[in-house]
């Protein structure tokens, strides 16, 4: 099939990255990842861009790399506190699936940042609204906590999916919440698509893709098998000092007052370093902020119905997804 776009998609630890590894080898694939922290250059334990415990071969290019023989896009794109928005995203991420039709790979996109893969699709589009010097100087001032409290009054449904430890994306939803004066979730709209035009209502993205030639897969599990397998990961790239190795080079290049080191798992973990936060404290808050992420995840992945689900209990999920997949491009067998 000309033009065909595989997504898979889930909540963190469910096993995308590896299966989709998988199904680039067998499809001549290559994945361009769709997680909003990944593509901060020095965070690549905390974001799970390097397997931990795990013998996978990786070779780093500017903005590319190449894991376990597939290329991976979408790593290394930005240095943390760089202004990089969803709509330079998208951009980027769609100048990537173009490269992959022209050279006749089929694009992956691989990810838990449901926004992005959203936007990408053409699903959604971005309010135009100008960033607001000053009210960003009044907000810079509030903690996290404060913003995140802001945010339940004004748009009390974004502040089920924002992560509330990330300054960043606190100030911006108030920022346009205040300014429109209305909530942010009413001003990301959902695009009007004819069957087979595909074109987004957004001015500032290029046309979206539709659903005609786009095949999404979603894993999922119990939240118990969720919580389970990222406490084991939280576990290994903790204990193995992996984590705070990175940390500590992140603050020795000066990226202390990031927005990306103020949100998951960084800013916990900068608190342990600094002698704020006792080892087994700073664990257990990790696995409960994770927690939280993935429900986030999970709550913005149910608005859609058109996810083709698969269990990652199953023991026939490869196969399962590969035989789907191999019926949308039109393979056989």
Same mark, same amino acid.
């Given at each position: 099939m000309e033009k065909s776009l595989v997504v898979i998609l889930g909540p963190t630890s469910s096993g995308k990255t590896s299966l989709a590894i998988s199904l680039c080898k067998k499809y001549?694939?290559?994945?361009?990842?769709?997680?909003?922290?990944?593509?901060?250059?020095?965070?690549?334990i905390g974001t799970g861009k390097v397997p931990v415990g795990k013998d996978v071969s990786i070779d780093k290019m500017p903005g590319t790399w190449k894991v376990d023989g597939v290329y991976t896009h979408g790593y290394d794109w930005t240095v943390p506190g760089a202004n990089f928005?969803?709509?330079?995203?998208?951009?980027?991420?769609?100048?990537?699936?173009?490269?992959?039709w022209r050279r006749g790979?089929?694009?992956?996109?691989?990810?838990?940042?449901?926004?992005?893969?959203?936007?990408?699709?053409?699903?959604?589009k971005t309010a135009g609204v100008a960033p607001d010097l000053k009210l960003r100087g009044e907000l810079e001032k509030l903690s996290c906590e404060?913003?995140?409290?802001?945010?339940?009054?004004?748009?009390?449904?974004?502040?089920?999916?924002?992560?509330?430890?990330?300054?960043?994306?606190?100030? #911006?939803? @108030?920022?346009?919440?205040?300014?429109?004066?209305?909530? &942010?979730?009413?001003? +990301?709209?959902?695009?009007?698509?004819s069957r087979g035009n595909g074109n987004s209502t957004d001015n500032n993205i290029k046309e979206g893709f539709s659903y005609d030639n786009s095949l999404v897969i979603g894993l999922k599990a119990s939240n118990e098998l969720l919580y389970n397998k990222v406490d084991a990961w939280a576990e290994a790239i903790t204990?193995?000092?992996?984590?705070?190795?990175?940390?500590?080079?992140?603050?020795?290049?000066?990226?202390?007052?990031?927005?990306?080191?103020?949100?998951?798992?960084?800013?916990?973990?900068v608190k342990y370093i600094d002698g704020e936060t006792p080892y087994e404290s700073m664990l257990e808050r990790i696995k409960f902020d994770l927690?939280?992420?993935?429900? #986030?995840? @999970?709550?913005?992945?149910?608005?859609?119905?058109?996810? &083709?689900?698969?269990? +990652?209990?199953?023991s026939e999920l490869d196969n399962e997804a590969s035989k789907l997949i191999g019926e949308f491009l039109g393979h056989i067998g």
């Open positions: 001549n694939g290559e994945i361009i990842s769709a997680d909003s922290r990944q593509i901060y250059k020095y965070m690549d928005t969803v709509v330079e995203y998208a951009r980027k991420a769609k100048e990537e699936i173009e490269s992959c790979k089929i694009p992956f996109l691989v990810g838990g940042t449901g926004f992005y893969i959203d936007v990408v699709l053409g699903k959604v404060n913003l995140f409290e802001k945010l339940k009054i004004l748009d009390p449904i974004k502040s089920q999916t924002i992560d509330n430890k990330n300054k960043v994306r606190l100030i #911006r939803s @108030l920022e346009i919440a205040t300014k429109i004066g209305f909530p &942010n979730t009413t001003a +990301i709209l959902r695009s009007e698509y204990r193995s000092g992996a984590l705070e190795k990175e940390v500590r080079a992140l603050l020795g290049r000066g990226y202390r007052e990031s927005p990306q080191m103020k949100g998951l798992i960084y800013d916990t973990m927690h939280g992420y993935i429900r #986030r995840q @999970l709550t913005w992945f149910k608005r859609d119905q058109n996810i &083709n689900w698969f269990d +990652i209990s199953s």
